[in-house]
């Protein structure tokens, strides 16, 4: 049995791009779920023009990594690469694992 795989994505957006972005992420989150991924949490920072802190944060969960990687090489996904360009600027993602949970 496979272990669920998580990537912590850090997105910046372009200047003004605050629906571009809305749109494009609404279309990702229809195709990643097609391979049971999801996208567990949003935080947004607000920060539209920073280029230290991105406009949000998300925490992505697939069940595995092959789903994953059939997810990146969706042709619909693809398709948007478009609308994502337009959209965002900067994207860094961090992947991993779950760890132990701490609680009080």
Do not use: C
């Not at 280029?51 to 697939?62: M, Y």
């Not at 990146?72 to 965002?88: K, P, Q």
């Amino acid at each position: 049995m496979q272990s669920p795989i998580y990537r912590v994505v850090s997105l910046w957006i372009r200047s003004g791009a605050v629906a571009e972005f809305e749109a494009y992420e609404r279309k990702a989150a229809r195709i990643m779920r097609k391979y049971g991924g999801s996208i567990e949490k949003v935080i947004r920072t607000g920060q539209e023009n920073s280029p230290d802190i991105p406009f949000e944060i998300h925490l992505v969960s697939f069940p595995g990594q092959e789903q994953f990687d059939a997810y990146r090489a969706d042709l619909e996904l693809l398709s948007l690469a478009t609308d994502r360009e337009s959209a965002i600027l900067k994207t860094v993602v961090v992947p991993g694992v779950g760890g132990p949970a701490y609680s009080t």
